[in-house]
């Protein structure tokens, strides 16, 4: 069974960098073609997907927020760390955590699995 | 990136109702589509993926279509737990893209 849960500071000032973790289970970081990925939601928004990061150690970022972005794994520890700097009123949202796999099944036929399984979010405010 | 235009933003049905919901890829993303549905206060949770495929646990009232950058998205027969909003996704390209949901209300 996959679960992934959220955890972090739910108030951070303006210009703090946020660090955010996601701790998982029922499945490894090691294991080729898995990923865990980040996606926010402000207030009554839309969703908004923001980094991904592989069993390879692959990274992939928000291009709007590329450069606030930082995504790392700790596969002893089963977590996933989403860092932004600068934070802003504006990012005041529920942050998730996703888990996301690709594989081949027996007749070589590829298959993508994206964010199947989420965790509960987190809210992060933004406020002085 | 890959836009995912996504509409109504709002629809009014009653229970019973058949209900469907259109999202729209500005480029080719072949079947790597996901619907989701989300309550407030809750992740949203992964209903249909590929663009047909209904995910495990889910009642066969929903279902979903298309390919390239057309897609469809029905429920056969509201009913009252329905009421959410809905997001589809795509998941050929980075970014990953979502579109701006459908809000689901009780007529």
């Known amino acids: 069974q996959i679960t992934l849960k959220e955890s972090g500071p739910t108030l951070v000032k303006p210009t703090q960098t946020l660090t955010l973790t996601c701790t998982f289970s029922?499945?490894?970081?090691?294991?080729?073609?898995?990923?865990v990925g980040w996606i926010r939601q402000p207030p009554g928004k839309a969703l908004e997907w923001l980094a991904l990061i592989y069993w390879n150690d692959d990274k992939r970022y928000s291009p709007s927020l590329k450069i606030r972005l930082t995504i790392t794994k700790d596969t002893s520890k089963n977590q996933v760390v989403l860092t932004m700097t600068n934070m802003d009123p504006v990012d005041t949202a529920t942050y998730y955590c996703a888990h996301r796999h690709y594989y081949y099944d027996s007749s070589g036929y590829y298959h993508r699995r994206d964010f199947h399984y989420w965790g509960q979010g987190t809210l992060v405010t933004v406020s002085s | 990136d890959i836009q995912m235009t996504q509409s109504p933003s709002s629809l009014s049905a009653s229970v019973g109702d058949r209900v469907t919901i259109t999202c729209q890829a500005s480029q080719d993303i072949s079947n790597y589509l996901n619907w989701y549905q989300q309550k407030p206060g809750k992740a949203p949770k992964l209903l249909i993926y590929?663009?047909?495929n209904l995910e495990t646990g889910v009642p066969s009232r929903f279902s979903g279509s298309g390919s390239g950058t057309d897609f469809t998205f029905t429920i056969s027969r509201l009913q009252p737990e329905d009421f959410a909003t809905y997001y589809c996704?795509?998941?050929?390209?980075?970014?990953?893209?979502f579109g701006q949901g459908t809000k689901l209300e009780i007529k």
């Open positions: 029922g499945f490894s970081l090691s294991t080729s073609g898995v990923g």
């Open positions: 590929d663009a047909s």
């Open positions: 996704q795509q998941y050929d390209d980075l970014p990953r893209t």
